[in-house]
């Protein structure tokens, strides 16, 4: 494949596998940054279509130029995780951003029980998004309220889940498989399933598998997608 100025311009829709600890934020602007300093353009379009939380990994869909008309249509799409739920403990943002907060028993778990409340969490469920996210509420991001411990009422929205399945069960740690609607938290489905199964959850560790039929074993890295931009401005020169 031959990157050019063109190339991007027009459109093109990128798989990365985004890597852990960065914001989809900074990998649309390393992106952008790339692509204008490689082909010594002052503006280029690129937007992402899919916030991944810096905790987690895999598949980030970056469209290009005309493309970025697309993203509402690829953010629309349906997603799949993997990932690990650990039971017997809660933290603030339902994941491993914040400390833990509250500690449970998980004496009374066992692989049937953990299976069998998982169809409490396939079809339409309801779900409130966590305080540590980025959704607005009065002109103000949610993890702001939380930060300056400020309460906050957040409304519960209706999502889709399609499959949910548990892939290893050696507790306190927990893997899942899950598909689900646009507007899904993972990290709110696990703090849901620890309350659940009254032993409290938090998430873990969490990977981007699929968006519609884009596979997160197409992507590439950044740094392969930056040794290529390399090789296309040795071309140019």
């Known amino acids: ?8 311009k027009d459109g093109q829709v990128l798989l990365f596998d985004k890597p852990l600890n960065w914001t989809s934020f900074q990998l649309v602007n390393k992106v952008r940054w790339l692509i204008r300093k490689t082909f010594k353009i002052k503006k280029i379009k690129v937007g992402h279509a899919g916030t991944l939380d810096p905790l987690a990994t895999g598949l980030l869909i970056i469209c290009t130029g005309k493309f970025t008309k697309r993203i509402e249509e690829f953010m629309g799409q349906e997603k799949e995780y993997t990932g690990t739920i650990v039971l017997g403990a809660t933290t603030p943002s339902y994941d491993l951003e914040t400390e833990i ?10 692989d049937e029980l953990i299976k069998k409340i998982t169809a409490q969490f ?10 540590f996210s980025a959704l607005k509420k009065d002109g103000k991001r949610l993890y702001e309220f939380a930060r300056a411990g400020e309460e906050v009422e ?19 740690e927990v893997d899942f498989r899950v598909r689900c609607s646009k507007g899904t938290y993972i990290r709110s489905l696990a703090h849901d399933f620890g309350k659940a199964l009254n032993s409290g959850g938090h998430l873990s560790a969490l990977r981007r598998t699929k968006i519609g039929d884009f596979n997160v074993k197409d992507a590439t890295s950044l740094e392969s997608f930056e040794a290529a931009l390399k090789q296309a401005e040795t071309s140019n020169n």
């Open 101 to 110: 907060d509250q500690t449970f028993s998980t004496a009374h778990l066992n």
């Open 154 to 172: 957040i409304p519960s929205r209706t999502v889709e889940i399609s499959e949910f399945e548990i892939t290893r069960i050696e507790v306190p």
């Open 1 to 8: 494949m031959q990157f050019t100025e063109e190339y991007f």
């Open 122 to 131: 396939t079809g339409s469920i309801q779900q409130q998004p966590p305080v």
